[in-house]
């Protein structure tokens, strides 16, 4: 193998490096927007649950009247 045939290909490897960084980078971002999704929504259905559950108990008491 020549050292042009080695530059070569120690530039492939580079590059390659270079855009597996690039891609855990933005994996690393979409991991972090999809928690911050996530924490959001569990919120949201806690919240959601307890309406709910109030509503069927003002209608449970509704239904004694």
Not at 25 to 46: G, H, K, M, W
Not at 52 to 63: D, F, G, Q, T, Y
């Amino acid at each position: 193998m020549s050292l042009a045939d080695l530059e070569s290909k120690l530039d492939e490897l580079t590059e390659l490096c270079e855009a597996l960084l690039s891609k855990q980078s933005q994996l690393q971002a979409d991991n972090l927007r999809l928690s911050q999704e996530r924490s959001v929504l569990l919120e949201r259905n806690v919240a959601v649950k307890g309406k709910v559950e109030a509503m069927i108990l003002r209608l449970k008491s509704l239904e004694q009247d």
